[in-house]
């Protein structure tokens, strides 16, 4: 997965012990296709890489998995696995078919990524409560749609 953020708004050091928590790094992966890792652009990204992995050993009291890799070439995922969760949701993606005119645009949208998140059970209520009306759904829809909400 590929992370676009806006540093004033969150640190790479924070997005990295989301990845941490995000996962067992005790673990082998069992497939390389599904295996949990880091690859880094620069110096900077694997010194806070590594630096996260030795406390990560630390707190685990064990050997930690997890690659720390260099990027090369970055391949953007199969269409199905595009916002696993959300296209679960026949309602929502029937409006986001209308609100974007190709695929693309539809991973690339933000509301997209957000409502992945809280479909897959991330995110608060209170944060769903206070952005919802910004997706480009009414607020009908998306609680017809979301049953958690």
Avoid: C
């Amino acid at each position: 997965m590929q992370v676009d953020f806006d540093p004033s708004q969150i640190s790479y050091e924070e997005i990295v012990g989301m990845v941490w928590q995000g996962h067992n790094p005790t673990r082998p992966a069992w497939s390389k296709q599904y295996m949990s890792a880091f690859w880094y652009e620069n110096e900077a990204q694997r010194e806070v890489i590594e630096a996260t992995k030795e406390r990560q050993a630390q707190q685990y009291g064990s050997e930690i998995q997890t690659p720390v890799l260099q990027l090369e070439t970055f391949y953007i995922a199969e269409d199905y696995h595009q916002k696993y969760s959300l296209q679960k949701y026949r309602g929502l993606m029937k409006k986001f078919n209308g609100m974007y005119p190709t695929f693309k645009d539809f991973i690339d949208s933000t509301a997209a990524a957000r409502l992945n998140g809280f479909v897959s059970g991330q995110g608060a209520e209170a944060l769903f409560e206070a952005e919802g009306h910004l997706y480009g759904f009414s607020e009908d829809e998306l609680k017809a749609s979301l049953r958690r909400y």
